[in-house]
Structure formats: structure tokens, C-alpha cells
């Protein structure tokens, strides 16, 4: 059983349009998060989402909306696509963080904006 | 500014030498620290963390860090490297503040294994 899933894999698109990504976890967190990697391979959080609530939404343009229907799902929604949007996006959940709980990450779903 | 520096972009050893991925932080408090590997195509995976305790923690794949207060440090270490283990390696820490729920990455480290 897969513990942090994302569909799709992979998603090429044209400039201007608009996409979304979901992201499913079944180790029953209540913390996820949204990252993008750029092909320099850095990684940079985008938001968070603990228990439905948004908790972290760092500096990403308002074309990028999340969404966290119940615990377990955070999909996020970006329209107006551009080709700066062009990376590596990363679903992550985690436990409480009471314990310095570790992060599970989903394989990833690949954008390519053209 | 609260961050994570991996000094180095690649490290080069030879198979069945040891290995050692450097990472020191800035980050106010005893945070967790942790390290991560991520294999071409894949997403992170979990390799160790320390909470408290001995500063050595021992991880998955012969993995072990050493945390060191006063330098505020955490290399990744393995006494025999694989060419299996050639990948990119990321460090992260988190604050213990209560209701602190970011993990803060360093650039990542490529590590190369050599045959």
C-alpha cells in the first residue's frame, strides 16, 4: 500500500491553462504539505495544511490554490499556467510533531509547462 | 533567518571508503534534525533524525549522523560506501516550538559513489 500518493505522474500543458494535482495519505496524519522542486533539485515549501487548516502559505503566487477536502487529501489547483510553474512537485504528510515526527513524501508528478 | 546549509554540492568517494555529507543549521533552540535521500525520479525518503539523546543515531542502509550542539551540525556518515548509495541527500530540521510545523531543507548534497 502506497502511503503518500499523487496523481498524475506527469502533466505537460500549454502557457495559460489550468491544473490541478491531488495528493492522497493513509498513515493517518494530520499534517500535509505541498513542495516544488526546480531542476537545480532545491526544494521549497508552498503550503501546509494541518487537520483541514491552512497553517503554512509561504510567498507562491495566488495562482496556486490548495485544497484539503479531509485530513487524509490535499490537492492543489494552479491556474493561468506559466512556464516558470515547470518542476517537480512533492506531496508530504507527517504525524502530531510531538515526537519530531519524519515526513513522508509522495513520488512526485512531474510539470512541464510549454 | 532560521536556515540549513549543505556545503557542499557533490561529494566523490570511492566505493568502500567512508562517506561523510556535512550540514550545519541555524536554527534557534534544539530542533529535530533529520536527513533525507531522494533517488533519481523519486521522492524523499527517510534516512534517520535525532530528537535527543546520544549524538550518534544510527539509520536505514548503514546510515548514522553525528549531532554536534556546540558546532551545530549533523553530517551523515557511513563507514563503506555503495555505489547503490549515489544519490542526492538532503538534511532538514524542524523547530520544537509547539505548533511549528515547518521542516526547513538544506540545498542538498549529490553523492557519488564511485566503482
Known amino acids: 500500500d502506497t502511503a503518500v500518493s499523487q496523481t498524475p505522474k506527469y502533466l505537460v500543458t500549454q502557457m495559460g491553462n489550468d491544473k490541478s494535482i491531488k495528493c492522497e495519505q493513509n498513515?493517518?496524519?494530520?499534517?500535509m504539505y505541498w513542495y516544488k522542486q526546480d531542476s537545480k533539485k532545491f526544494l521549497k515549501i508552498m503550503f501546509s495544511y494541518n487537520n483541514k487548516e491552512l497553517i503554512i502559505n509561504e510567498t507562491v503566487p495566488n495562482r496556486f490554490s490548495p485544497k484539503s477536502p479531509d485530513k487524509a487529501h490535499l490537492n492543489l489547483h494552479i491556474n493561468s499556467l506559466e512556464l516558470g510553474d515547470s518542476a517537480v512537485y512533492f506531496c508530504?504528510?507527517?504525524?502530531?510533531?510531538?515526537?519530531?515526527?519524519?515526513?513522508?513524501f509522495g513520488p512526485g508528478t512531474r510539470l512541464t509547462v510549454l | 533567518a532560521q536556515s540549513v546549509a549543505q556545503p557542499e554540492d557533490q561529494v566523490n568517494v570511492a566505493e568502500g571508503n567512508p562517506l561523510t555529507v556535512k550540514c550545519t543549521y541555524s536554527?534557534?533552540?534544539?530542533?529535530?534534525l533529520f536527513w533525507y535521500v531522494q533517488y533519481p525520479n523519486r521522492g524523499l525518503q527517510f534516512l534517520l533524525k535525532y530528537i535527543t539523546g546520544d549524538n550518534l543515531v544510527k539509520g536505514s542502509y548503514g546510515f548514522e549522523a553525528e549531532f554536534n550542539k556546540s558546532q551545530t551540525s549533523f553530517h551523515l556518515k557511513k563507514p563503506s560506501a555503495l555505489v547503490s548509495d549515489s544519490a542526492l541527500y538532503f538534511c532538514a530540521v524542524r523547530p520544537r516550538t509547539s505548533g511549528t510545523y515547518k521542516y526547513i531543507f538544506g540545498t542538498g548534497t549529490r553523492l557519488k559513489v564511485l566503482a
Open positions: 498513515l493517518g496524519h494530520d499534517t
Open positions: 508530504a504528510s507527517s504525524g502530531p510533531g510531538l515526537a519530531g515526527d519524519e515526513q513522508f
Open positions: 536554527v534557534s533552540g534544539n530542533p529535530y
